[in-house]
């Protein structure tokens, strides 16, 4: 990738920032678009931008949609910023009021799950990943610093900041979020997904939480969800390289909210040549935001969710000149817009799921996000928690 620069600025709150424990990426500035385009055309389009501005910097971030054949959101930073972000000192922005609107409700989400439930006995797909969002309207815009600051409390997931294209005048609209998955990295002929299925909620206490963890390990329903996702990984990127292993195999992987089933993939490509956005378009959508098999549960999502989910579930991350790149999966996150914040939780549906504990596992994917705004999934200020 391009070589970091030191006297870049350090922008209040960077235009497109990914930082976690094994990436980081701040980039400062906006100098031109990729024209946006479908998840299938995007290495055709960043090699001809390459060919079309040699000028450099040669890397391009942002965010695809879930949705494969909607247009992606890509820019060429002016600069790259050499040291971490954090927020500034005095940034300021506590808990806001804010109202909570679930979109689906929670009955309306149950019953999505039994429906689900009920095609996947009738043989329709195996895996669906069923999703549902809170909607917290306020009455000012959002300390975007602030929220960043704490999603960057937890050092096991990648804290991201990226901004979406406006779909009328004058609207702001960016997505921010701490995400436990990387769908891809490539650095030279080196790729590595690591792909998570299967939740369980973490707890305060020591033995409670340990015990959480083995029971998920343990879990015949949380091990099928996971292997789908894991084995899809594995058959997308077979025909591209000539070494492709799980070392470690199924594990346990937290944050500071969850549990969650991973398996660290590695591989080395076969042919030099297969960029990152190349081998993106054969992996996205997995099963763990998709389904199994992925035509069939496409199919059956947007009825079954009632809403286009835009971003979410689907990635952010860069590419580069030379055909390298990492993208994690845009989870854990909430679509801002002015004094609106939108969050997203999902959760993989297969045979033998319990539609509210399916619901449960969604609230405790939101708590990590909504700690960051200081309240908690009606709305109420954690500040004045008993
Ligand atoms: C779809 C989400 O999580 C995915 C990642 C890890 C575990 C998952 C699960 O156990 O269902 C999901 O596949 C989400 O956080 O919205």
């Known amino acids: 990738m391009t070589p970091l620069s030191d006297d870049a600025p350090r922008p209040p709150v960077p235009d497109f920032l990914l930082d976690g424990p094994r990436h980081s990426l701040t980039v400062a500035g906006r100098k031109r678009d990729l024209p946006s385009g479908a998840l299938p055309t995007l290495a055709e389009r960043a090699a001809s931008f390459f060919d079309s ?33 954090t927020a500034p000192a005095a940034s300021g922005g506590g808990t806001r009021a804010v109202r909570v609107v679930a979109e689906p409700s929670g009955a309306g989400y149950r019953a999505a799950v039994a429906e689900a439930v009920r095609r996947i006995q009738r043989g329709e797909f195996d895996k669906i990943v069923l999703s549902r969002s809170l909607r917290l309207l306020g009455e000012q815009p959002h300390a975007e610093a602030e ?19 406006a779909r009328r005048a004058g609207e702001r609209r960016r ?36 015990a959480a963890g083995a029971a998920l390990l343990a879990s015949d329903k949380d091990r099928r969800e996971h292997a789908m996702a894991a084995e899809m990984v594995l058959d997308a990127l077979a025909p591209y390289c000539d070494r492709l292993s799980a070392p470690q195999g199924m594990a346990l992987v937290s944050t500071a909210q969850m549990w969650h089933l991973g398996t660290r993939i590695e591989g080395r ?9 190349e081998l993106l378009a054969v ?20 009825a079954l969710e009632g809403y286009d989910r835009g971003f979410y579930a689907g990635a952010v991350g860069w590419i580069d000149g030379a055909g390298d790149g990492c993208w994690y999966l ?21 045979a033998g799921s319990d539609p509210a504990l399916e619901e449960a596992e969604t609230s405790a994917k939101f708590l990590a996000m ?14 004045n928690a008993a």
């Open 147 to 165: 929220l960043l600051a704490r999603l960057q409390r937890d050092p096991e997931a990648t804290v991201f900041r990226v901004p979406l294209p």
């Open 53 to 85: 501005h040699p000028d450099g910097p040669r890397l391009l971030v942002g965010a695809i949609p879930y949705d494969r054949r909607a247009d992606d959101a890509l820019f060429q930073p002016d600069a790259l910023v050499a040291r971490r972000w």
């Open 283 to 302: 992996l996205h959508p997995t099963p763990a935001v998709g389904g199994m098999p992925r035509a069939a549960a496409e199919a059956a999502l947007p």
């Open 175 to 210: 997505l921010l979020g701490a995400t436990p998955e990387l769908l891809l990295q490539r650095q030279g002929r080196q790729v590595v997904s690591h792909p998570l299925a299967g939740s369980a909620r973490r707890h305060a206490d020591t033995a409670r939480d340990r």
């Open 370 to 383: 909504l700690a960051t705004f200081g309240i908690d999934e009606s709305g109420r200020s954690l500040d």
């Open 269 to 277: 490509l076969r042919d030099p040549e297969s960029s990152c956005a």
């Open 330 to 350: 845009a989870l854990r996150c909430a679509e801002l817009l002015d004094t609106e914040a939108r969050l997203y939780a999902g959760a993989g549906i297969v």
